[in-house]
């Protein structure tokens, strides 16, 4: 007997993939509005997020096997992460200085 998986997995993958997009434009939010205030310690890395992000998410877009999906779900789960921190030391650096 063979194991269907279903759509499942696939649905789970194109969600993450949305989901780093939508990342990466935060980070582009992020990086520009450090840009603005002067705060180039936040600004470089968020842009940088930004630009992994979009590869990643774009590089899921390609039918690969389930055992390739988790990895790049692992960094966008990981980049969502670091897009949050990204934020809350903008959030830091505007509310101290």
Same mark, same amino acid.
């Given at each position: 007997? +063979?194991? !269907?998986? *279903?759509?499942?997995?696939? %649905?789970?993958?194109?969600?993450?993939?949305?989901? *780093?997009?939508? +990342?990466?434009?935060?980070?582009?939010?992020? @990086?520009?509005?450090?840009? %603005? +205030?002067?705060?180039?310690?936040?600004?470089?890395? /968020?842009?940088? =997020?930004?630009?992994?992000?979009?590869?990643? @998410?774009?590089?899921?877009?390609?039918?690969?096997? /389930? /055992?390739?999906?988790? /990895? %790049?779900? +692992?960094?966008?789960?990981?980049?969502?992460?670091?897009?949050?921190?990204?934020?809350? @030391?903008?959030? =830091? !650096? %505007? =509310?101290?200085?």
């Amino acid at each position: 007997m +063979t194991r !269907d998986p *279903g759509l499942q997995p696939e %649905r789970t993958v194109l969600s993450w993939q949305r989901t *780093g997009l939508a +990342t990466a434009g935060v980070s582009l939010l992020i @990086a520009v509005t450090a840009i %603005r +205030t002067g705060s180039f310690v936040v600004a470089i890395p /968020s842009a940088g =997020l930004a630009i992994i992000t979009i590869v990643i @998410a774009m590089l899921g877009y390609r039918r690969v096997p /389930s /055992s390739g999906a988790w /990895s %790049r779900l +692992t960094a966008i789960v990981t980049i969502v992460g670091v897009a949050a921190l990204l934020g809350i @030391a903008l959030a =830091l !650096d %505007r =509310l101290l200085g």
